[in-house]
T-cell receptor, first 110, second 114 residues
Framework: GDQVEQSPSALSLHEGTDSALRCNFT?????VQWFRQNSRGSLISLFY????TKENGRLKSAFDSKERRYSTLHIRDAQLEDSGTYFC???????????FGKGTKLSVKS | DMKVTQMPRYLIKRMGENVLLECGQD?????MYWYRQDPGLGLQLIYI???????SEGDIPKGYRVSRKKREHFSLILDSAKTNQTSVYFC?????????????FGSGTRLTVL
């Protein structure tokens, strides 16, 4: 089965609302990264976490430091420009090989 | 300006032709990657390179080979392209340092094999 499972697969939000995306791992992971892919296909790194939480503006990500088997991405006060597909990717060992989830397609509407 | 550059952006080839996708980065990153992205499948790792001439297979290496003769360049080669290799190919780099750090992606190459 897939090592990295993202949920939900698609999400529709109204502007100004909050939501959370989740990434579950079938095994313990060393680190996790979150990316957003825009409509042109460009992939932008949002967060890299080896543990704990990180925050950047309206985005906040957490990586479960105990069992290291899930991560979340919180979006606060969603804006139209947050629309896109969000991917998480996790590294199992120290070989730098990242496994990606299948993504969450987020649509923010006015 | 930190950048990963992929060439070309779009490419159309016929089945059986050879394909060369090029990737460059200006950040002196040790680690470079080639992924392909297909609808509903996310990104799948084809090859990873830890430095010059230090390459390792990813999850789907069959039908591909890579070349890294300089740290800043990483090429993906398809010898005798197949129609199921139609995809969007992404190159990425990271500082490395013994594990994956933040990945920087190129803009992608959309390859169509007819």
């Amino acid at each position: 089965g897939d090592q990295v499972e993202q949920s939900p697969s698609a999400l529709s939000l109204h502007e100004g609302t909050d939501s959370a995306l989740r990434c579950n791992f079938t095994t313990t992971m060393r680190s996790v990264q979150w990316f957003r892919q825009n409509s042109r296909g460009s992939l932008i790194s949002l967060f890299y976490l080896a543990s704990g939480t990180k925050e950047n503006g309206r985005l906040k990500s957490a990586f479960d430091s105990k069992e290291r088997r899930y991560s979340t991405l919180h979006i606060r006060d969603a804006q139209l420009e947050d629309s896109g597909t969000y991917f998480c990717a996790a590294e199992g060992g120290s070989n730098a090989k990242l496994t990606f989830g299948k993504g969450t397609k987020l649509s923010v509407k006015s | 300006d930190m950048k990963v550059t992929q060439m070309p952006r779009y490419l159309i080839k016929r089945m059986g032709e050879n394909v060369l996708l090029e990737c460059g980065q200006d950040m002196s990153h040790e680690t470079m990657y080639w992924y392909r992205q297909d609808p509903g499948l996310g990104l799948q790792l084809i090859y990873i390179s830890y430095d010059v001439d230090s390459n390792s297979e990813g999850d789907i290496p069959k039908g591909y080979r890579v070349s890294r003769k300089k740290r800043e360049h990483f090429s993906l080669i398809l010898d005798s392209a197949k129609t199921n290799q139609t995809s969007v190919y992404f190159c990425a780099s990271s500082p490395g340092l013994g594990g994956a750090e933040t990945l920087y992606f190129g803009s992608g190459t959309r390859l169509t094999v007819l």
